[in-house]
């Protein structure tokens, strides 16, 4: 019995020295998950606010990457509307240029019949004046002067008129008493009349001088400088080796007629 008992008690023993044992242990692991419990807590925390700093970089960098894309788009339409109006500009200057080219096609053409045009009517021309000319060869007492012919009387007969006479003669021949124009055509009839004096076509009326053909002679034309005031009844001229000069439209003298080509 008192060895059952001891048994017993020992038993008692160790399984109060267990339990104190499990007791210790629980506590300890108590303590520990007490004093590791933030510590848990701590790591959490960062893990989120490191997950919450990457999501707003990714949400900054993707706020980067639409405005720059919205700035490249902006940029790219501006370059194409540009691009398209600098295309358009020069297609319509090509257009013009084509439309020039057209039309300066179009004048060369016209140009090209008008020289063939101009050319078949100089050869008309040029044969028209040979026939001319070979008329004029054959015309007694006629001298070519310009687009001008010149009758000298002496040429063809001894015989001297009035001035009256002498317009007669002219006007029977086709032509008029000759119109003297200038220096170069004056000294052209002194070179055909050998220097004598004739008769022209200038006459005083209403004491005006005048051509025959209503025009006024020149000044300079005259061997005076100018024709005289007191010349009587000196109302026709007469072409000397120095100039005009005032005569008596009755008096006897050679004449020149003259008539245009």
């Avoid at 009758?151 to 002219?170: G, H, L, T």
């Avoid at 170069?184 to 070179?191: H, I, M, N, P």
């Avoid at 300079?220 to 024709?227: H, I, Q, R, T, V």
């Amino acid at each position: 019995m008192e060895r059952k008992g001891a048994v017993e008690t020992i038993t008692d023993v160790n399984r109060d020295a267990r339990y104190r044992h499990n007791v210790r242990t629980e506590s300890e692991n108590t303590d520990t998950k007490r004093h590791q419990t933030p510590q848990h807590t701590g790591s959490g925390c960062v893990k989120v606010r490191s997950f919450r700093a990457a999501v707003v970089c990714l949400v900054l960098l993707c706020v980067l990457l639409l405005t720059a894309v919205i700035v490249l788009g902006v940029n790219l339409h501006d370059m194409i509307e540009e691009f398209y109006i600098k295309n358009k500009n020069i297609t319509d200057v090509i257009d013009e240029l084509e439309k020039r080219k057209s039309n300066l096609a179009s004048d060369v053409t016209e140009l090209s019949v008008k020289n063939t045009n101009l050319c078949k009517q100089n050869e008309t021309l040029h044969k028209e004046m040979k026939e001319l000319w070979l008329k004029i060869s054959k015309m007694d007492g006629w001298k070519c002067y310009q687009s001008s012919l010149y009758y000298v009387s002496s040429d063809v007969s001894p015989v001297m008129k009035n001035w009256n006479e002498s317009r007669r003669d002219c006007k029977e021949r086709g032509s008029d008493l000759i119109i003297i124009n200038n220096k170069e055509e004056q000294d052209f009839v002194k070179t055909i009349s050998g220097g004598s004096e004739f008769w022209i076509g200038l006459i005083e009326v209403d004491s005006t001088w005048k051509w025959v053909d209503d025009s006024l002679p020149i000044t300079e034309l005259w061997a005076s400088g100018k024709p005289s005031d007191s010349s009587g009844n000196k109302d026709c001229a007469v072409n000397l080796s120095s100039g005009f000069a005032e005569y008596s439209c009755d008096q006897k003298r050679k004449w020149i007629c003259e008539k245009n080509i």
